[in-house]
DNA sequence: CAAAATCTTCAGATCAATTTCAGATGGGGC
DNA sequence: GCCCCATCTGAAATTGATCTGAAGATTTTG
């Protein structure tokens, strides 16, 4: 049973999740409750809990004030809940080293998914496969991409944009699914940059960029052989 | 079974959404209808719907409006429908909190993969039966093309057109169909680009391309066997 | 704070894909 | 069999998606 600590002012949403996440699977969860800021340290620091949900907007001491707290003597996953889905406010979580964030309202399924994702992750359980192509290799878990025996460093981007290749081998993934899983979600990237990033992808990867293809007006896909 | 709103004040779009959406795969939509914006907010509020789609120019209340009013309480996704392509317009909805966005005429098609990849990407779920035809088979889930062992590579139109063959396997359908699916509903194009490309994918099949075969004055259809 | 790396924007080049065109073909009705 | 018109075919013209190089903006790093 996985033990998660709620801070949380509204006894509306504390109830909806507390039924959720206990009700859903049967010894699943255990949600521990603070009503604020300061109670929410104080409970954090008694025990060692697999992962912290935090509401941002919180009286007397706001959910970013306890993650920068907890965050210099312990990596535990922390989950911020916001009302405000304001870009500023998610990088800043991020900054503090949040682990994700859930936008109010949220679909409760989502934020369960989520907290099993982190803590399952968190905990080491979920290894992500390495995905090959021919001589190349990329590992999700250490972001490593490795080519003909030779480490390759990509950036950001490159790596991302190589991933969701691999990860969809031999399928045609279009521009807009890239853009989609590489800039995020509702991005307002201009559709070009992705060209140039894929060129300097390929550039990077020396022969092994060969295998990317281009699909025109599809998309783009990488190939084994 | 998904269940998408539609909020679109011209029939003719409506219709055709709908026979596409209901006839494509039987049982994978329900598509409801609100001929305006208000009637919109109101159905939308009703029921969860899996994906709302929003026509921009509506009377009384736009796409716009509807859009920012169910963001206030739901994070369904929304993808607008838009005459206009401005620049200006796409950004103002994705800071709406959109999800997507295509521009008419689009073909039916496109708008099928958009809505169901939203869907997908929701809920994580959704996949294309692979299509067949003797030894050909197409998988629409990774675009690629099969004949007798041999991975095909096609064009854009090319596969588009064997797409929907495919999805009508026996029936004949009519070269305005074709161009509607796979150029848009309210293309411009000339009717004997079909040819030409009925032509190279003919082609590009290879033994399969006798399968495509000409009904004179009625279209074409592809056979099994 | 400056330098470096990365990301984005832009405009012109390139080339495959698409469209256009004109003459050939051939199926179906008479 | 003959004619007509829809379709086919080959080749040329056009388009437009992608590529490329370079420069500007932004972020990260030292």
């Known amino acids: 049973m996985y033990r998660i600590l709620l801070v949380e002012d509204d006894p509306d949403i504390r109830e909806l999740i507390i039924q959720y996440f206990t009700k859903k699977e049967k010894d699943a969860f255990r949600v521990d409750i603070a009503v604020n800021g300061p109670r929410g340290l104080e409970k954090a620091a008694e025990h060692p809990y697999d992962l912290l949900l935090l509401d941002v907007m919180l009286p007397e001491l706001d959910g970013f004030a306890i993650c920068r707290e907890i965050r210099r003597r312990s990596d535990v996953p922390i989950l911020f809940i916001t009302a405000r889905a304001d870009e500023s406010d998610i990088l800043h979580g991020y900054a503090l080293g949040c682990d994700d964030y859930v936008v109010k309202p949220f679909p409760l399924p989502v934020l369960y998914q989520k907290v099993g994702a982190l803590i399952k992750r968190a905990k080491g359980l979920v290894r992500f496969p390495t995905l090959h192509a021919g001589s190349l290799s990329l590992n999700p878990n250490n972001g490593t991409v490795i080519s003909d025996g030779q480490e390759i460093t990509l950036?950001?981007?490159?790596?991302?944009?190589?991933?969701?290749?691999?990860?969809?081998?031999?399928?045609?993934?279009?521009?807009?699914?890239?853009?989609?899983?590489?800039?995020?979600?509702?991005?307002?990237?201009?559709?070009?940059?992705?060209?140039?990033?894929?060129?300097?992808?390929?550039?990077?990867?020396?022969?092994?960029?060969?295998?990317?293809?281009?699909?025109?007006?599809?998309?783009y896909t990488i190939e084994d052989c």
């Open 155 to 219: 950036t950001a981007k490159e790596y991302g944009i190589l991933r969701v290749l691999l990860e969809n081998k031999g399928s045609i993934i279009s521009r807009e699914q890239l853009l989609n899983q590489v800039w995020g979600y509702n991005h307002t990237t201009d559709e070009r940059v992705l060209d140039t990033h894929i060129r300097n992808l390929r550039k990077a990867l020396g022969p092994d960029g060969k295998r990317i293809k281009t699909a025109i007006g599809r998309g």
